[in-house]
């Protein structure tokens, strides 16, 4: 089994910085895909970032210039810097892992709030 353990989230003043971290413990022979995603009240979930184990990122529209994802083997970070009001948001980590058993383990963090106010 893999699990994800989130942590860095809280209320932040807008312009302000976070740094959200994820990390995949568990019998891990890999992950590959690794991202973070957000979900704000009446709101569908959405991909805020992602990068594979080859260090290629994608970035939504949204967070372009502001958001930096990066990786370190099983964790992942998301720096977030010029937040805005619109950032705020229930930010949840996913990773696609394989296990030493050689399944494939998809799974979501349990989700960190991330709060932009003044």
């Known amino acids: 089994q893999v699990q994800l353990v989130e942590s860095g989230g809280g209320l932040v003043q807008p312009g302000g910085s976070l740094r959200l971290s994820c990390a995949a413990s568990?019998?891990?022979?890999?992950?590959?895909?690794m991202g973070w995603y957000r979900q704000a009240p009446g709101k569908e979930r959405e991909l805020v970032a992602g990068?594979?184990?080859?260090?290629n990122t994608n970035y939504a529209d949204s967070a372009k210039g502001r958001f930096t994802i990066s990786r370190a083997t099983n964790t992942v970070y998301l720096q977030m810097s010029s937040l805005k009001p619109e950032d705020t948001a229930v930010y949840y980590c996913?990773?696609?892992?394989?296990?030493?058993?050689?399944?494939?383990?998809?799974?979501w963090g349990q989700g960190t709030q991330v709060t932009v106010s003044s």
């Open positions: 990068i594979t184990n080859g260090g």
């Open positions: 568990g019998s891990i022979l890999l992950c590959r895909d």
């Open positions: 996913n990773a696609d892992c394989t296990d030493r058993g050689f399944r494939r383990n998809v799974r």
